[in-house]
T-cell receptor, first 110, second 111 residues
Framework: GQQVMQIPQYQHVQEGEDFTTYCNSSTTLSNIQWYKQRPGGHPVFLIQLVKSGEVKKQKRLTFQFGEAKKNSSLHITATQTTDVGTYFCAGKEGAQKLVFGQGTRLTINP | NAGVTQTPKFQVLKTGQSMTLQCAQDMNHEYMSWYRQDPGMGLRLIHYSVGAGITDQGEVPNGYNVSRSTTEDFPLRLLSAAPSQTSVYFC??????????FGSGTRLTVV
């Protein structure tokens, strides 16, 4: 079945440094979604990418979808303490099931 | 709008007991799903539904049942609780293939 792998599992940075998490699927995806989960909270939807090679930005966050629609990345520029949390990618095969990666837990030293 | 409401927030069960986790949404979303979250395992799909009367299995369906008699409600039943079902359970909904809205979760401990 569909598998979504995400690396790294953990990342610790100094405030102001950049951060990147990568997501790879074993199959071609119809779209990919990104979520953020704060400690003790629930996942919150950030963005959805649909087109091959698509790049979207939300302030300091940049999301990319690979040309083959099998990989994606999230890059945060100049991290702030409010960026702390776990970032999940989730891939859709077709129109239905959304399968999540294991997540990247980001911690920040102020 | 309340969004996605899950009850209870916390639950302790004894091995072998059964219970139902409730999930309700007031956004008229056709798609609803249940995930469990375990440390280092991310979110794993248990069951999902694409509309009232239609359900299907996800990655880890064993030991769980679901039904979808209305658009609003999607309860998850644990048939005979086992310690391996200790987890945080999230219900989520969406429409039109858009991003999911998650409930605040149910923290279940099976002793």
């Amino acid at each position: 079945g569909q598998q979504v792998m995400q690396i790294p599992q953990y990342q610790h940075v100094q405030e102001g440094e950049d951060f990147t998490t990568y997501c790879n699927s074993s199959t071609t995806l119809s779209n990919i979604q990104w979520y953020k989960q704060r400690p003790g909270g629930h996942p919150v939807f950030l963005i959805q990418l649909v087109k091959s090679g698509e790049v979207k930005k939300q302030k300091r966050l940049t999301f990319q979808f690979g040309e083959a629609k099998k990989n994606s990345s999230l890059h945060i520029t100049a991290t702030q303490t409010t960026d702390v949390g776990t970032y999940f990618c989730a891939g859709k095969e077709g129109a239905q099931k959304l399968v999540f990666g294991q997540g990247t837990r980001l911690t920040i030293n102020p | 709008n309340a969004g996605v409401t899950q009850t209870p927030k916390f639950q302790v069960l004894k091995t072998g007991q059964s219970m139902t986790l409730q999930c309700a949404q007031d956004m008229n979303h056709e798609y609803m799903s249940w995930y469990r979250q375990d440390p280092g395992m991310g979110l794993r799909l248990i069951h999902y539904s694409v509309g009232a009367g239609i359900t299907d299995q996800g990655e880890v369906p064993n030991g769980y049942n679901v039904s979808r008699s209305t658009t609003e409600d999607f309860p998850l039943r644990l048939l005979s609780a086992a310690p391996s079902q200790t987890s945080v359970y999230f219900c989520a909904s969406s429409y039109g293939g858009r991003g999911y809205t998650f409930g605040s979760g149910t923290r279940l401990t099976v002793v």
